[in-house]
Protein backbone atom coordinates (compact mmCIF):
# COMPACT_ATOMS: atom_id res chain seq x y z
CA UNK A 1 0.00 0.00 0.00
CA UNK A 2 1.77 3.33 -0.89
CA UNK A 3 1.46 6.33 1.31
CA UNK A 4 -1.41 7.99 -1.08
CA UNK A 5 -3.25 4.78 -0.36
CA UNK A 6 -2.61 5.40 3.53
CA UNK A 7 -3.93 8.78 3.43
CA UNK A 8 -7.38 8.22 1.30
CA UNK A 9 -8.07 4.69 3.27
CA UNK A 10 -7.85 7.33 6.28
CA UNK A 11 -10.15 10.29 4.71
CA UNK A 12 -12.82 7.65 3.35
CA UNK A 13 -12.80 5.13 6.75
CA UNK A 14 -15.92 6.01 7.76
CA UNK A 15 -17.57 6.71 4.40
CA UNK A 16 -20.39 4.03 3.59
CA UNK A 17 -19.53 1.52 1.00
CA UNK A 18 -21.27 2.50 -2.49
CA UNK A 19 -21.31 4.70 -5.87
CA UNK A 20 -19.66 7.83 -3.75
CA UNK A 21 -16.82 6.61 -2.18
CA UNK A 22 -15.92 4.99 -5.24
CA UNK A 23 -16.03 8.65 -6.82
CA UNK A 24 -14.72 10.43 -3.94
CA UNK A 25 -11.56 7.86 -4.02
CA UNK A 26 -10.88 8.62 -7.81
CA UNK A 27 -10.79 12.63 -7.13
CA UNK A 28 -8.65 12.13 -4.12
CA UNK A 29 -6.30 9.91 -5.89
CA UNK A 30 -6.42 12.16 -9.41
CA UNK A 31 -5.62 15.24 -7.34
CA UNK A 32 -2.58 13.69 -5.15
CA UNK A 33 -1.32 12.43 -8.46
CA UNK A 34 -1.34 15.84 -9.90
CA UNK A 35 0.14 17.16 -7.03
CA UNK A 36 2.50 14.97 -7.13
CA UNK A 37 3.48 15.57 -10.53
CA UNK A 38 3.69 18.73 -10.21
CA UNK A 39 6.15 18.81 -6.92
CA UNK A 40 8.25 15.99 -9.10
CA UNK A 41 8.31 18.48 -11.83
CA UNK A 42 9.55 21.31 -9.48
CA UNK A 43 12.38 18.87 -8.29
CA UNK A 44 11.05 17.50 -5.15
CA UNK A 45 12.81 14.65 -3.58
CA UNK A 46 10.69 11.40 -2.93
CA UNK A 47 10.35 12.11 0.54
CA UNK A 48 10.46 15.57 0.23
CA UNK A 49 7.40 15.54 -2.33
CA UNK A 50 5.58 13.49 0.26
CA UNK A 51 5.79 15.54 2.81
CA UNK A 52 4.79 18.38 1.11
CA UNK A 53 1.72 16.72 -0.91
CA UNK A 54 0.35 15.58 2.79
CA UNK A 55 1.07 18.72 4.27
CA UNK A 56 -0.90 20.21 1.03
CA UNK A 57 -3.70 17.57 1.49
CA UNK A 58 -4.27 18.27 5.14
CA UNK A 59 -4.79 16.36 8.33
CA UNK A 60 -6.54 12.74 7.12
CA UNK A 61 -8.06 12.91 10.95
CA UNK A 62 -10.12 15.79 10.24
CA UNK A 63 -10.53 14.84 6.41
CA UNK A 64 -12.42 11.95 7.99
CA UNK A 65 -15.04 13.66 9.52
CA UNK A 66 -15.85 15.83 6.78
CA UNK A 67 -15.75 12.58 4.37
CA UNK A 68 -18.24 10.88 6.34
CA UNK A 69 -20.44 13.33 7.36
CA UNK A 70 -20.67 14.14 3.34
CA UNK A 71 -21.14 9.80 2.81
CA UNK A 72 -23.60 10.09 5.27
CA UNK A 73 -25.49 13.24 3.78
CA UNK A 74 -25.35 11.10 0.43
CA UNK A 75 -26.80 7.74 1.52
CA UNK A 76 -29.08 9.93 4.13
CA UNK A 77 -30.75 10.99 0.43
CA UNK A 78 -31.10 7.34 -0.94
CA UNK A 79 -34.31 6.65 -1.21
CA UNK A 80 -33.79 3.34 -0.51
CA UNK A 81 -32.19 3.90 2.90
CA UNK A 82 -34.79 6.26 3.89
CA UNK A 83 -37.63 3.58 3.29
CA UNK A 84 -34.86 1.14 5.38
CA UNK A 85 -34.96 3.77 8.30
CA UNK A 86 -38.52 4.29 8.32
CA UNK A 87 -39.32 0.33 8.42
CA UNK A 88 -36.77 0.28 11.26
CA UNK A 89 -38.37 2.29 13.16
CA UNK A 90 -41.95 0.37 12.98
CA UNK A 91 -40.15 -2.57 14.37
CA UNK A 92 -38.17 -0.14 16.67
CA UNK A 93 -41.76 1.10 17.47
CA UNK A 94 -43.22 -3.04 17.57
CA UNK A 95 -40.97 -3.78 20.34
CA UNK A 96 -40.79 -1.28 22.46
CA UNK A 97 -44.91 -1.72 22.64
CA UNK A 98 -44.38 -5.71 22.96
CA UNK A 99 -41.97 -5.34 26.06
CA UNK A 100 -44.29 -2.56 27.21
CA UNK A 101 -47.24 -5.05 27.38
CA UNK A 102 -45.23 -7.19 28.91
CA UNK A 103 -43.97 -4.80 31.52
CA UNK A 104 -47.35 -3.63 32.01
CA UNK A 105 -48.96 -6.99 32.09
CA UNK A 106 -46.16 -8.38 34.92
CA UNK A 107 -47.02 -4.80 36.62
CA UNK A 108 -50.41 -6.18 36.83
CA UNK A 109 -51.92 -4.12 34.28
CA UNK A 110 -54.71 -6.26 32.49
CA UNK A 111 -58.53 -5.47 31.15
CA UNK A 112 -60.63 -7.25 33.11
CA UNK A 113 -57.88 -8.62 35.72
CA UNK A 114 -55.19 -8.21 37.28
CA UNK A 115 -54.17 -5.99 40.04
CA UNK A 116 -54.98 -3.26 38.38
CA UNK A 117 -57.48 -3.71 35.54
CA UNK A 118 -58.56 -0.94 33.53
CA UNK A 119 -62.28 -1.81 32.77
CA UNK A 120 -64.77 0.75 34.44
CA UNK A 121 -60.99 2.78 35.24
CA UNK A 122 -61.03 5.85 33.17
CA UNK A 123 -57.57 6.98 35.10
CA UNK A 124 -56.03 3.83 34.45
CA UNK A 125 -57.21 3.84 30.56
CA UNK A 126 -55.36 6.68 29.90
CA UNK A 127 -52.41 6.14 31.89
CA UNK A 128 -52.08 2.61 29.64
CA UNK A 129 -53.14 4.36 26.20
CA UNK A 130 -50.47 7.48 26.53
CA UNK A 131 -47.48 5.19 27.74
CA UNK A 132 -47.82 2.88 24.99
CA UNK A 133 -48.35 5.98 22.81
CA UNK A 134 -45.11 7.79 24.22
CA UNK A 135 -42.85 5.26 24.55
CA UNK A 136 -42.66 3.44 21.80
CA UNK A 137 -43.38 7.12 19.24
CA UNK A 138 -40.16 8.28 21.15
CA UNK A 139 -37.88 5.49 20.98
CA UNK A 140 -38.54 4.88 17.06
CA UNK A 141 -38.02 8.99 16.64
CA UNK A 142 -34.96 9.06 18.50
CA UNK A 143 -33.86 6.29 15.82
CA UNK A 144 -35.21 7.98 13.33
CA UNK A 145 -33.55 11.89 14.21
CA UNK A 146 -30.30 9.94 14.39
CA UNK A 147 -30.37 7.88 11.33
CA UNK A 148 -31.49 10.61 9.02
CA UNK A 149 -29.75 13.64 10.93
CA UNK A 150 -27.55 13.72 7.63
CA UNK A 151 -30.70 13.99 5.40
CA UNK A 152 -30.92 17.59 4.15
CA UNK A 153 -34.22 17.96 5.80
CA UNK A 154 -33.88 15.75 8.66
CA UNK A 155 -37.27 17.10 10.32
CA UNK A 156 -39.76 16.39 7.36
CA UNK A 157 -38.27 12.60 7.15
CA UNK A 158 -38.82 11.93 10.72
CA UNK A 159 -41.92 13.52 10.72
CA UNK A 160 -43.38 11.28 7.72
CA UNK A 161 -41.61 8.49 9.61
CA UNK A 162 -44.08 8.78 12.64
CA UNK A 163 -46.63 9.53 10.42
CA UNK A 164 -45.91 5.91 9.02
CA UNK A 165 -45.74 4.59 12.91
CA UNK A 166 -49.13 6.72 13.75
CA UNK A 167 -50.54 4.58 10.51
CA UNK A 168 -49.30 1.16 11.53
CA UNK A 169 -50.75 1.70 15.06
CA UNK A 170 -53.94 3.09 13.89
CA UNK A 171 -54.07 0.30 11.62
CA UNK A 172 -52.83 -2.15 13.61
CA UNK A 173 -55.56 -1.41 16.64
CA UNK A 174 -58.06 -1.04 14.83
CA UNK A 175 -57.26 -3.62 12.48
CA UNK A 176 -56.98 -6.20 15.35
CA UNK A 177 -60.17 -5.34 17.19
CA UNK A 178 -61.98 -5.48 13.42
CA UNK A 179 -61.25 -9.27 13.52
CA UNK A 180 -61.60 -9.55 16.87
CA UNK A 181 -65.44 -8.47 17.11
CA UNK A 182 -66.03 -9.06 13.28
CA UNK A 183 -66.88 -5.64 12.59
CA UNK A 184 -65.12 -4.42 8.91
CA UNK A 185 -62.64 -1.52 8.76
CA UNK A 186 -65.25 0.85 6.74
CA UNK A 187 -67.86 0.46 10.26
CA UNK A 188 -65.13 3.03 12.43
CA UNK A 189 -67.91 4.91 14.33
CA UNK A 190 -68.88 1.47 15.55
CA UNK A 191 -65.81 0.25 16.09
CA UNK A 192 -64.00 3.19 17.53
CA UNK A 193 -67.68 2.77 20.14
CA UNK A 194 -66.65 -1.27 20.62
CA UNK A 195 -63.50 -0.75 21.26
CA UNK A 196 -63.86 1.90 24.21
CA UNK A 197 -67.54 1.09 25.52
CA UNK A 198 -67.99 -2.29 25.88
CA UNK A 199 -66.54 -5.19 28.35
CA UNK A 200 -63.48 -6.63 27.46
CA UNK A 201 -62.25 -4.25 24.66
CA UNK A 202 -58.81 -4.51 22.97
CA UNK A 203 -57.82 -1.17 23.54
CA UNK A 204 -60.25 0.79 25.26
CA UNK A 205 -58.55 3.99 24.88
CA UNK A 206 -58.21 4.11 21.84
CA UNK A 207 -61.11 6.69 20.58
CA UNK A 208 -61.23 9.21 17.79
CA UNK A 209 -59.68 12.26 19.86
CA UNK A 210 -56.25 9.37 20.91
CA UNK A 211 -55.56 8.98 17.57
CA UNK A 212 -55.89 12.66 16.46
CA UNK A 213 -53.68 13.68 19.81
CA UNK A 214 -51.18 10.90 19.16
CA UNK A 215 -51.22 12.52 15.29
CA UNK A 216 -50.61 15.60 17.03
CA UNK A 217 -47.68 14.06 19.13
CA UNK A 218 -46.07 12.19 16.04
CA UNK A 219 -45.92 15.50 14.83
CA UNK A 220 -44.14 17.37 17.75
CA UNK A 221 -41.62 14.46 18.17
CA UNK A 222 -40.60 14.77 14.55
CA UNK A 223 -40.39 18.03 14.90
CA UNK A 224 -38.52 18.51 18.06
CA UNK A 225 -36.29 15.13 18.56
CA UNK A 226 -34.50 16.15 15.25
CA UNK A 227 -33.76 19.74 17.24
CA UNK A 228 -32.47 17.67 20.24
CA UNK A 229 -30.22 15.36 17.99
CA UNK A 230 -28.49 18.97 16.36
CA UNK A 231 -27.88 20.86 19.47
CA UNK A 232 -25.90 17.35 20.98
CA UNK A 233 -24.40 17.34 17.85
CA UNK A 234 -23.43 20.88 17.90
CA UNK A 235 -22.28 20.55 21.70
CA UNK A 236 -20.23 17.24 21.28
CA UNK A 237 -18.66 18.89 18.03
CA UNK A 238 -18.19 21.99 20.25
CA UNK A 239 -16.50 20.30 22.92
CA UNK A 240 -14.64 18.30 20.82
CA UNK A 241 -13.10 21.70 19.17
CA UNK A 242 -12.58 22.77 22.49
CA UNK A 243 -10.18 20.09 23.21
CA UNK A 244 -8.28 20.65 19.98
CA UNK B 1 0.18 36.03 2.25
CA UNK B 2 -1.73 34.85 5.71
CA UNK B 3 -4.33 35.90 6.90
CA UNK B 4 -6.59 34.66 10.44
CA UNK B 5 -9.09 31.73 9.31
CA UNK B 6 -12.13 33.56 11.15
CA UNK B 7 -11.53 36.20 8.51
CA UNK B 8 -11.88 33.57 5.36
CA UNK B 9 -14.33 31.29 7.15
CA UNK B 10 -18.05 31.45 4.98
CA UNK B 11 -16.26 33.10 2.03
CA UNK B 12 -14.91 29.69 0.35
CA UNK B 13 -18.58 28.92 -1.25
CA UNK B 14 -18.73 32.23 -2.68
CA UNK B 15 -15.39 32.15 -4.04
CA UNK B 16 -16.08 28.64 -5.47
CA UNK B 17 -19.37 29.54 -6.59
CA UNK B 18 -17.67 32.45 -8.90
CA UNK B 19 -14.97 30.50 -10.21
CA UNK B 20 -17.66 28.08 -11.49
CA UNK B 21 -19.62 31.04 -12.77
CA UNK B 22 -16.81 31.32 -15.39
CA UNK B 23 -16.27 28.21 -16.31
CA UNK B 24 -16.01 24.41 -15.75
CA UNK B 25 -13.47 23.30 -13.35
CA UNK B 26 -12.34 19.99 -12.08
CA UNK B 27 -10.77 19.83 -7.95
CA UNK B 28 -7.33 20.61 -8.65
CA UNK B 29 -7.53 23.36 -11.08
CA UNK B 30 -10.69 25.22 -8.55
CA UNK B 31 -7.95 25.03 -5.54
CA UNK B 32 -5.71 26.75 -8.26
CA UNK B 33 -7.77 29.43 -9.34
CA UNK B 34 -8.65 29.87 -5.73
CA UNK B 35 -5.02 30.49 -4.73
CA UNK B 36 -3.80 32.37 -7.94
CA UNK B 37 -7.00 34.80 -7.90
CA UNK B 38 -6.53 35.84 -4.26
CA UNK B 39 -2.50 36.03 -4.06
CA UNK B 40 -2.84 32.47 -1.53
CA UNK B 41 -5.22 34.07 0.64
CA UNK B 42 -7.90 32.15 0.30
CA UNK B 43 -5.77 28.76 -0.10
CA UNK B 44 -7.86 25.83 1.61
CA UNK B 45 -6.64 22.51 2.65
CA UNK B 46 -6.95 20.64 -0.24
CA UNK B 47 -8.58 17.34 1.25
CA UNK B 48 -11.29 19.49 2.43
CA UNK B 49 -11.85 20.83 -0.91
CA UNK B 50 -14.11 17.83 -2.04
CA UNK B 51 -16.88 17.46 0.83
CA UNK B 52 -17.42 21.27 0.29
CA UNK B 53 -18.00 20.62 -3.07
CA UNK B 54 -19.94 17.60 -2.62
CA UNK B 55 -22.23 19.59 -0.14
CA UNK B 56 -22.58 22.27 -2.73
CA UNK B 57 -23.83 19.31 -5.38
CA UNK B 58 -26.60 17.73 -2.72
CA UNK B 59 -27.93 21.50 -2.21
CA UNK B 60 -28.23 22.02 -6.12
CA UNK B 61 -26.18 24.86 -6.67
CA UNK B 62 -23.39 22.54 -9.05
CA UNK B 63 -23.27 19.80 -10.58
CA UNK B 64 -20.67 17.44 -11.28
CA UNK B 65 -19.83 15.23 -14.87
CA UNK B 66 -16.94 13.44 -16.06
CA UNK B 67 -15.19 14.11 -18.98
CA UNK B 68 -11.88 12.24 -20.77
CA UNK B 69 -8.96 14.12 -20.13
CA UNK B 70 -5.54 12.57 -21.02
CA UNK B 71 -6.74 9.22 -21.78
CA UNK B 72 -8.73 9.41 -18.31
CA UNK B 73 -11.79 9.98 -16.55
CA UNK B 74 -12.00 13.44 -14.82
CA UNK B 75 -14.86 15.30 -12.75
CA UNK B 76 -15.31 18.30 -13.64
CA UNK B 77 -17.94 20.70 -12.12
CA UNK B 78 -20.29 23.22 -13.57
CA UNK B 79 -22.70 26.05 -11.93
CA UNK B 80 -26.59 25.08 -11.73
CA UNK B 81 -29.10 27.82 -12.10
CA UNK B 82 -29.85 27.57 -8.50
CA UNK B 83 -26.21 27.77 -8.10
CA UNK B 84 -25.99 31.20 -9.87
CA UNK B 85 -29.13 32.27 -8.06
CA UNK B 86 -27.07 31.63 -4.44
CA UNK B 87 -23.98 33.34 -6.15
CA UNK B 88 -25.70 36.87 -7.01
CA UNK B 89 -27.32 36.85 -3.79
CA UNK B 90 -24.08 36.28 -1.89
CA UNK B 91 -22.20 38.64 -3.99
CA UNK B 92 -25.07 41.37 -3.41
CA UNK B 93 -25.09 40.55 0.80
CA UNK B 94 -20.88 40.27 0.49
CA UNK B 95 -21.06 43.94 -1.05
CA UNK B 96 -23.44 45.15 1.48
CA UNK B 97 -20.85 43.54 3.97
CA UNK B 98 -17.79 44.74 2.73
CA UNK B 99 -19.10 48.68 1.84
CA UNK B 100 -20.37 48.56 6.24
CA UNK B 101 -17.00 47.14 6.90
CA UNK B 102 -14.83 49.69 5.15
CA UNK B 103 -17.31 52.12 6.52
CA UNK B 104 -15.93 51.40 10.01
CA UNK B 105 -12.29 50.99 9.14
CA UNK B 106 -12.00 54.38 7.48
CA UNK B 107 -14.10 56.22 10.17
CA UNK B 108 -16.98 57.24 8.04
CA UNK B 109 -18.52 58.27 11.34
CA UNK B 110 -16.48 61.38 10.76
CA UNK B 111 -14.38 60.97 13.76
Not at chain 1, 64 to 90: F, M
Not at chain 1, 202 to 222: I, K, Q, S
Not at chain 2, 64 to 79: Q, V
Not at chain 2, 94 to 106: C, F, P, Q, S
Request: proline share 4%; charged share 25%; glycine share 10%.
Amino acid sequence: MTWQDEFIKVCLKKVPAGAYRIRTEAELREHMEILIQERRAAGAGEEQLRREVLARMGDPARLQKAYQAEGLRRKALEPRYIAECWLTSVVWMELCWFVLYLLLAAVGFGNDSGAFPLYAHPGRTLFVGAVSAVLPTLVSGWYLSGALRFHLHPKRMVCAGLGLIWLVICLEQLGLSALAYGIPLWRLGELFARLSGGSDPTFPWFTPLYAGLLLVWCLLVGIGLPQVRRALDARGAGEEAGQN
Amino acid sequence: MKVDKELTKGSHELILLKLLSRKDMYGYELIQEMSLLSEQVFAMSQGSLYPFLHGLEDRGLIQSYTREAGGRERRYYRLTPAGQGALEEKERQWGIYTRAMERILKGAWGG
